[in-house]
């Protein structure tokens, strides 16, 4: 704003002198904006990581279904992330079935995701494992939903980071309604529930 | 150790009071079962962000070299291919420097918040070069500028009047977008991009068409995000405007040919002008003395407007927003809980410390938006002041503020074609 | 001749990028429009499925229809994709052609294209600035005016909306019921049927609900919930929807209390004064904490009358302290777990029938109404500490009513009830906001407040209306007045239940009388609470009554529960915790 009054003033007299020192001291007055403005912040700057991720507190998530809708991407780089140290590998497993599912085969009647993002593999009995298939997941949250409710929660949802686009501010973060999405720091880029 | 950890970690969601998970023990294989190894990807970012910034002042130092020292456009029509495909639509516009305003305002005026060290070199270098030789940055390196550039094929000139009234718009988008982010409301800059969309090949579908439209002016239109839009251009021309080096027309004398002036896209080169105004000396000095006295008054009625407006502005803060849902819930506590709300609860907010919040955020909403006001009154007066002063010139010249160096009236000059045999070498 | 064919390359490629792109643009909507692959056919079929149970027919017709919708779903989106590639690549056809079509324009001297003299130019411009500036100004103040506090009549519209997007939430959702998914009824549900199955061992745990009951009639002591999923109708004899039922150690008249998975009640007799906590899913009984040893607490308890006794006043909670106190004027305040925090004698209340106030929390902060003979005043504690934060004398006689929370444009105010007046203060500083002068007699019911009216009602006095912004009363009815049972108000009626068996509306706009119930021989001292829209009242003899929340105040329902209740129960979501006169029980959904 300064070196804007400070032109203005060179217009209104016309001799060139006057003219010339009015650039000068704008020159300087630019110069030394710039060096106040790089030194004040480049110390700040010089301790703290060179990038951060953007990450969902998988505590803080109430699944509202807001990551599936609110990313700048096509198809949202939420997705859905399966702790298998934390799953219970039940039959009845509230984020593969619908909450009142007759029968546990894997016909579509019977499937909560919307995708068929998830996969179920028998281990032995009464265990399955259960896979997300990330190509196929849109990031709903209603699996996770499902799991938390009745399972041991070892849905999750999550950014991956190599899909998303680090955006200087993230949509979904805006929109989230439990601010569980904050930037965490290069050497942990996720935040995990079974590490 | 792993086991330990996830032991822990199990511990610590049972702690977790509310949430009931784990309510299905470990199962114990029998047939020899393995977790499965998982691992998750991550993008080489700390390596790109080097290139990056590499890369920029690489391209910077191009365009200058370009533009100072060999007079010539065709480097600069390669380096803006490069940005748009490498910054544009392999890095998808982000961190750039246009949004890179608000992360240094934000740290600014907030401590706590971090700010990486590629968005200040991302803000500062090509402020950097600008005060060294004009705004090189506009011209091809910013993907924005370049997309514009390589998509402008034939000139129409705005009217002047209509160009500098649509000039201010970027001052008072610069002013809303620091208030903005200095609340800590939200990044409008990064909100309103039209061309991110663009190069993400998708995204918010109203942005798009915008940044469609823009494109489709930018045809016979010399840059109209950059003109009437930028933020980050309006403070760069500060900085080119007293830049140490700057372009000039031609090294040999001017002719007054007029070529140059027609040629400029961004309507940046100055007519020669004698005054032939039948108006008295005194009459021009007693107006500007006028807008002089004004100026004050207009900054005091911009500070007082945006004050009064600072509690609706400061709504569109989340934390307010949420402080008034909650509040028009407990006025009537019977209605169904939105999504908001039920977070709240569910999380065991405290509406006391909401609402410590929430006030926090209106009263910096009052003083912030109050010296947001008296800088919208600043802009206004100082560029009816600046309408007001009659400047005689007698050669063609470059306005440095307007300037973004796409270096078109070189090879429109006719004295530059007597040192230059390569005619058409510009597309 | 090469001009031409760049000419006729430009228009080509121009023409086909703008067809080209209005038909991505529709195909975008349609992608976007639809919920990927729950398309409603499909919805529709699966709830038919749900209801009759294992149709081989509509199974394999559900099947066939999700294939289909999942195939059209990720065709659209590749060939979006692949036409967003088509429109970039034909478009840098179309650049790079007319590029080369203008190229060689470019050294024609075009002259005079802007002959206009520049001073000209400027004195239009400064005209034009001036005139946007001053409109920008105008327009800024009209916005200002339009939003003013005084214009602003209906507020409701944003809310509306709100509501409109939760109340469409549930549809999207698969869900045969009509519930929210975040709602534990859902779950429950579901928990239920998977009990049935043999395929798991589904364990008996559910989520927490977020809905607390921290004060007397719930939060802010109002007397409306925002629980979900309650239920209307149980048997305590056959055990029909209760989930658990103990006797209470020792007795009192004060009211349950829920925070997450822990319910709060107190009891004292002469002995002992102690503060309860149950686990309010299995019922167990978690801790108990009694008030000794604090300092000046009285060697001899007070006279107390029969239906009042030493445990009147209900205990409060913020889900981090939980605090009780008893006719003695002890005051005790323990963590969730029951660990004493601290406790405090406020000076023995000089009372004939026995201190009854109930407390209140606000945040961190615990309220005491303490109305008695010799010192009337209203205290503000910190409930984890129990530092004075604030405290007031007041004007007032002897009063059995407790404090309530109004939120009145956004603000709260402490409302208390006393002879002879309807006081409201700020409950963060204790500063007097407006008192009205209405009420004479023994005040033993307390107020409500609906959309920034208060509402105070008394035996022998008055039902006053007070728009509580500036304190003046809007109207008064005395036809049907309450003695112990306080008061509960909608948007658009007050409804209240006298000891005589009277329940009644009132219009909240007008106080006229509306629809009134009779049920002679009853005795109602529980306060109604209103649940899903609809009243819950208990009469003393153990009848439970359900109206509807609205013109037609229906009687929903009507039952014997089987003992004595003077207590008004506590609602979370799927449950009621009921206090009768020794027993403590819960009823749940299902």
């Given at each position: ?27 300087a ?37 807001r ?7 096509q ?5 859905c ?13 509230g ?40 190509s196929?997941?849109n ?9 938390s ?32 999405i904050t ?9 995990l529930?079974?590490? | 150790?792993?086991n ?33 190894e ?21 391209l ?13 456009r065709?480097?600069i029509?390669?380096?803006?291919v ?7 639509f ?18 600014l005026v907030d ?28 011209a ?18 705005l ?16 002013i ?5 982010a ?17 190069f ?11 940044g ?57 080169i ?18 500007l003395?006028?807008?002089f ?58 509406i ?33 002041i ?21 270096a ?7 004295q ?7 005619g058409?070498?510009?597309? | 001749?090469?001009?031409l064919i ?5 228009i ?20 976007r ?15 038919l ?13 559900i ?26 690549g ?50 800024a103040l ?19 909306e709100?509501?409109?997007?939760a ?10 019921e ?26 008996k745990?559910?989520?927490v ?12 002591s109002?007397g ?23 006797d ?7 009211s ?10 107190s ?16 019922g167990?009984q978690?801790?108990t ?7 000046g607490?009285p ?10 006794g ?20 002890d ?38 109404q303490?109305?008695?003979q ?17 405290s ?5 006689k ?13 603000k ?5 009830m006393?002879?002879?007046?309807i006081?409201?203060?700020?409950p ?14 023994e005040?033993?019911s307390s107020a409500?407040?609906?959309n920034?009216?208060?509402?105070g ?27 112990v ?7 658009d ?5 006298t000891?005589?068996g009277?329940?009644?509306s009132?219009?909240s ?36 009554h ?22 008004t ?5 799927n ?11 819960c009823?749940?959904?299902?």
């Open positions: 704003m300064e070196q804007k009054i400070e032109n203005k003033n060179e217009n209104k007299n016309s001799p060139i002198a006057r003219r010339k020192f009015l650039r000068v001291l704008g020159t007055v630019a110069g030394g904006s710039i060096l106040a403005i790089s030194g004040g912040l480049i110390s700040r700057a010089k301790g703290s990581e060179v990038s951060h991720y953007w990450q969902i507190d998988p505590q803080k998530c109430t699944q509202c279904g990551c599936e809708t609110e990313c700048v991407l198809v949202s780089a939420v997705k992330i399966h702790a298998n140290k934390v799953c219970g590998y039940c039959d009845l497993c984020g593969y079935y619908r909450s009142n599912v007759k029968e546990l085969n894997t016909a579509a009647e019977n499937l909560m995701c919307p995708t068929g993002a998830i996969q179920r593999k028998f281990v032995e009995d009464p265990y399955f494992e259960y896979s997300i298939d990330e196929l997941c990031g709903c949250g209603k699996c996770v939903k499902g799991c409710s009745f399972g041991n929660g070892s849905l999750y949802l999550q950014i991956k980071r190599d899909l998303c686009k680090d955006c200087n501010e993230c949509a979904i973060a805006t929109a989230c309604p439990s601010n569980a930037r965490v720091s290069l050497d942990k880029p996720y935040k529930k079974d590490e | 150790m792993k330990k950890i996830v032991l822990m970690c199990l511990f610590l969601l049972q702690l977790g009071q509310g949430v009931a998970q784990n309510r299905f023990p470990k199962p114990d294989f029998e047939s020899g079962y393995k977790y499965p998982i691992h998750y990807a991550v993008s080489h970012e700390d390596l790109l962000v080097i290139v990056d910034i590499f890369l920029l002042v690489l910077m130092g191009i365009v200058s070299w370009a533009v100072i020292k060999k007079r010539t065709k480097p029509i390669w380096v803006s490069i940005s748009v495909a490498y910054f544009g392999f890095r998808h516009g982000c961190v750039c420097s246009i949004g890179s305003i608000q992360n240094i305002a934000l740290a401590s706590t918040y971090v700010l990486p060290l590629s968005v200040l070199l991302f803000f500062i270098l090509p402020v950097l070069f600008a005060f060294l030789f004009g705004r090189v940055f506009c091809g390196v910013c993907p924005f500028g370049a997309l514009q550039e390589l998509v402008h094929i034939k000139s129409y000139k009217p002047r009047t209509l160009s500098i009234i649509l000039g201010m718009i970027p001052w008072i988008y610069l809303f977008a620091l208030l903005y200095i609340t800590r409301t939200s990044f409008i800059i990064c909100h309103f991009d039209p061309f991110v969309g663009f993400r090949l998708g995204g918010d579908i109203g942005m798009i068409l915008f469609a439209v823009l494109l489709i002016l930018a045809l016979f239109v010399g840059r109209p995000f950059c003109r009437f839009m930028c933020p980050y251009g309006a403070l760069l021309s500060l900085f080119s405007s007293v830049s140490i080096w700057k372009i000039r027309l031609t090294d040999k004398s001017c002719i007054n040919c007029e070529l140059c002036h027609n040629a400029c896209p961004v309507d940046a100055r007519p020669p002008y004698t005054n032939k105004v039948n108006e008295s000396r005194e009459r021009g000095v007693k107006r003395l006028n807008y006295v004004l100026l004050p008054l207009m900054i005091l009625c911009g500070a007082f407007l945006m004050r009064l407006v600072s509690n609706e502005l400061s709504r569109s803060n989340k934390d307010v927003r949420l402080y008034e849902m909650v509040m028009q819930h407990e006025t009537n506590p019977g209605e169904v809980l939105s999504v908001e709300l039920e977070a709240f609860y569910g999380q065991g907010g405290v006391n410390e909401l609402a410590e919040k929430a006030e926090k955020v209106q009263s910096d909403y009052n003083f912030y938006a109050t010296i947001a006001g008296i800088l919208i009154g600043l802009v206004i007066g100082i560029t009816l600046e309408l007001s002063v009659k400047r005689t010139r007698k050669l063609y010249e470059i306005d440095h503020a307007a300037c973004v160096g796409c078109r009236c070189f090879s429109y000059c006719p530059y074609k007597i040192g230059n045999e390569s058409n070498t510009s597309l | 001749m090469n001009k760049l000419r006729n390359i430009a080509i490629s121009a023409l086909f990028i703008v067809t080209f792109s209005t038909m991505l643009i529709t195909n975008y909507f349609q992608v429009g639809t919920t990927p692959l729950q398309t409603e056919v499909v919805e529709t079929l699966k709830q499925n749900d209801e009759n149970n294992g149709n081989p027919a509509l199974q394999e017709q099947r066939q229809l999700d294939l289909l919708a999942r195939k059209a779903y990720f065709v659209r989106i590749d060939h979006l994709m692949v036409g967003v590639y088509i429109l970039l034909m478009l840098a056809v179309f650049l790079v052609s007319a590029r080369l079509y203008f190229v060689r324009d470019k050294n024609i001297p075009l002259k005079a294209i802007d002959q206009m003299d520049e001073w000209i130019i400027k004195s239009k411009a400064r005209k034009y600035v001036g005139w946007i500036a001053s409109g920008i100004a105008a327009i009209i916005f200002v005016v339009l939003s003013s506090p005084y214009l602003t009549t209906t507020e409701a519209a944003p809310k509306t709100e509501g409109a997007t109340a469409i939430l549930p549809e999207t959702e698969n869900e045969p009509q519930i929210n998914p975040t709602d534990s009824s859902a779950i429950e549900t579901a928990e239920a049927d998977s009990s049935k199955l043999p395929a798991d061992s589904v364990s745990q559910i989520p609900s977020k809905i607390t009951h921290n004060a007397f009639r719930g939060n802010n109002n409306i919930t925002s629980a979900k999923g309650v239920p209307v109708k149980w048997d305590l004899g056959g055990g029909t929807h209760i989930a658990w039922k103990h209470i150690p020792r007795s009192g008249f004060n349950p209390v829920i925070n997450g998975n822990k319910v709060f009640i009891g004292a007799d002469e002995k002992a004064r102690e503060l309860y906590c149950y686990d309010l899913t299995t167990e978690l801790w904490l009694a008030a000794v040893n604090i300092p607490s060697f001899k308890m007070p006279e107390t009358t029969e239906d009042t030493l445990a009147a006043s209900t205990v409060a909670t913020n889900g981090k302290q939980v605090c009780a106190i008893f006719a003695s004027g005051l005790i305040c323990a963590d969730m777990e029951g660990k004493k925090l601290w406790a405090k004698n406020l000076g023995m209340p000089d009372n004939h029938y026995g201190y009854a106030s109930s407390l209140l929390s606000f945040g961190n902060l615990l309220i005491v303490y109305d008695n010799n010192s009337p005043k209203v205290i503000a504690l910190d409930m984890a500490t129990g530092a004075e934060r604030w007031k004398s007041r004007k007032e002897v009063t059995w009513s407790s404090p309530i929370i109004a939120y009145v444009n956004n709260p105010q402490l409302v208390l006393g002879n002879p007046a006081t409201a203060y700020n963060n500083n204790g500063e007097q906001l407006w008192r009205v002068e209405c009420l004479s007699g005040v033993g409500c407040s609906s920034g009216v208060v509402y009602a008394s035996e022998y006095a008055t039902l006053v209306a007070i728009n509580a912004t500036d304190g003046t009363v809007l109207w008064e009815a005395n036809d049907y007045l309450p003695e049972s306080s008061p509960v108000a909608t948007k009626f007050v409804y209240l239940a000891s005589y009277t329940v009644a009132y219009d706009k007008t106080g006229k009388l509306g629809k009134v119930h009779d049920f002679s021989g009853s005795q109602f001292y529980s306060s109604p609470i209103i649940a899903e829209g609809k009243i819950f009242l208990f009469s003393n003899d153990g009848k439970m359900v109206f509807s929340a609205d013109a037609e105040f229906k009687l929903l329902q009507s039952f014997e529960t089987g003992e004595n209740t003077f207590a129960p506590a609602f979370t979501d449950k009621i915790v009921v206090r009768t006169e020794k027993s403590i029980y009823v749940t959904a299902n």
